[in-house]
């Protein structure tokens, strides 16, 4: 990006979980779009939601 770091979406390849994904779907990341890397914005954007409302990750310590 214009800042020279290294944007990517990881894949594990033992088992094909996609690891940006993951982090979000267990409450320990949040969604950050930075163009180009926009193609799976409305995805992590659907698992951070899920966690937070299931309080999950570091939702777990939030109460609002």
Known sequence: DDYGRLL???????DDV????RIM??????PLT??????HRRRFVEAAGEAQ???LGMWAACTS
Do not use: H, L
């Open 8 to 14: 990517a979406y990881v894949f594990r390849s033992d």
């Open 18 to 21: 996609f690891v940006n994904e």
């Open 25 to 30: 779907v267990d409450g320990f990341a949040r």
């Open 34 to 39: 930075i163009e180009p890397n926009s193609a």
């Open 53 to 55: 409302r299931s309080s």
